[in-house]
């Protein structure tokens, strides 16, 4: 468990989590960033599997392209 002293460690989720549970305010910023970051991630992905259920190859394509590049500037934005 973490103390409500202790600072949010923003690269783990769970503690990120912990320290948002408790009431600590840098866990309760790093858990609202956290969400903001997943909003649009998450609607791209649910885009995409609503498109591919609907047949429409062309937006199926676009929408992956779009889902890619999400991720790849997080995980690269994420290495360094």
Excluded: Q
């Amino acid at each position: 468990m973490v103390s409500p002293t202790s600072s949010a460690a923003g690269s783990e989720i769970g503690k990120t989590l912990a320290s948002a549970f408790v009431g600590n305010d840098s866990g309760i910023i790093y858990l609202a960033i956290l969400i903001l970051i997943a909003t649009p991630v998450f609607r791209v992905a649910i885009s995409s599997v609503y498109f591919v259920k609907e047949g429409d190859r062309k937006y199926v394509l676009i929408s992956l392209a779009v889902l890619s590049m999400l991720i790849f500037a997080l995980v690269s934005g994420y290495a360094g």
